[in-house]
């Protein structure tokens, strides 16, 4: 028959694409389950101590993640399109803070703290992580541009509504200032600065300062597995609490996952015509867990509130990685 061997390598080179493809996202999603597993078993093991891990986080937070996002924001082309997005991912904010307001009241009266485990995501700790493991550490800056409306939400909407749930009403001067001394947030800065004056392609080359560009890609690197190792280190269930755990997840993951569609084919794809990269950073960003500062900023004469908060975000952190997985697997 002509045309049937051609036809037949036509198959062939289609089923070999698809092994190729399937042995890339097997060998790109194993590693953040390993490093998770690597985590918790540090716990269990008592191979890596509370204090340790500590520590870790506080190379992590000061040292590597703005070393990452530095550069991220540093490398990325800015476009005036990137406005619309950091407007909306703010907004999206503050409406399911509000939402979860009323909602909290319905569904979970008995926990104060609520209405901030329905708003926020663990971007830092969690979304960049899965991100640059999946998609890989040069492709962050697609996810740098969708987090940056949020950084600003968790710092001027987020925080101070915190503290005041804690502590009373808060002095805005306070609030300027820990934002502009965090390492994260001068980083970003930073890098949108020297981005915006034209830096971007010969710092890498100059002297001294392509010696501080190579040294912060080297910190860059260690962000995703430090920060798996950290998060599977902090994985730990109280079985009683599922419950009220798992009514936090599906309330912001049955809300979310249509809104991270709706979002990806209106604004990115429809409107700003972005590349799929930007995609795949809103759907992410948008199925992260609440932030992981909660706990530290809560009051803390209440244990049964802060137990079921912890509660909420390893169940959440647990099915967010298994989302992620999902979605990767549809979008390698």
């Known amino acids: 028959m002509p045309g049937a061997p051609g036809a037949i390598h036509g198959h062939f080179d289609k089923a070999v694409n698809m092994d190729e493809q399937t042995v890339d996202i097997l060998n790109r999603v194993l590693p953040i389950l390993l490093l998770l597993f690597l985590g918790y078993w540090t716990r269990r093991s008592g191979f890596l101590r509370e204090a340790v891990v500590g520590g870790l986080q506080k190379v992590v937070v000061n040292l590597a993640l703005p070393a990452v996002l530095f550069l991220s924001f540093l490398q990325v082309e800015l476009k005036l399109a990137y406005v619309a997005i950091f407007v909306t991912i703010f907004l999206l904010c503050v409406v399911l803070y509000v939402v979860g307001r009323p909602l909290g009241a319905r569904l979970a009266p008995e926990h104060p703290y609520f209405p901030f485990m329905m708003t926020g995501f663990e971007y830092g700790m969690l979304g960049i992580s899965l ?24 710092w001027f909407v987020f925080l101070p509504l915190l503290l005041r749930a804690r502590d009373g009403r ?13 390492p994260v947030i001068l980083a970003i800065l930073a890098g ?14 100059w002297p001294v300062t392509g010696g501080v560009v190579a040294t912060l890609e080297f910190l860059g690197n260690l962000t995703a ?98 989302v992620f997985v999902v979605y990767f697997a549809l979008n390698p």
């Open 225 to 322: 597995p430090l920060i798996l190792l950290i998060v599977g280190h902090g994985i730990q269930l109280d079985r009683a609490g599922l419950g009220g755990a798992a009514r936090v997840v599906a309330a912001r993951l049955s809300l979310l996952i249509p809104v991270a569609l709706l979002l990806n084919a209106v604004l990115i794809r429809g409107l700003l015509g972005l590349e799929k990269g930007f995609e795949t950073a809103v759907f992410t960003l948008l199925i992260l867990p609440p932030p992981f500062i909660i706990p530290l900023f809560m009051r803390q004469d209440m244990p049964d509130e802060k137990r079921y908060v912890n509660n909420a975000l390893m169940l959440y952190t647990v099915v967010t990685v298994a």
């Open 192 to 205: 949108i600065g020297l981005n915006l004056l034209g830096l971007k392609d010969v710092l890498p080359v």
């Open 170 to 182: 808060q002095r805005p001067s306070d609030l300027i200032r820990s934002f502009l001394s965090a």
């Open 131 to 154: 991100y640059g493991s999946a998609y890989g550490l040069e492709k962050l800056g697609h996810i740098a541009v969708i987090g940056l409306g949020h950084e600003f939400f968790i």
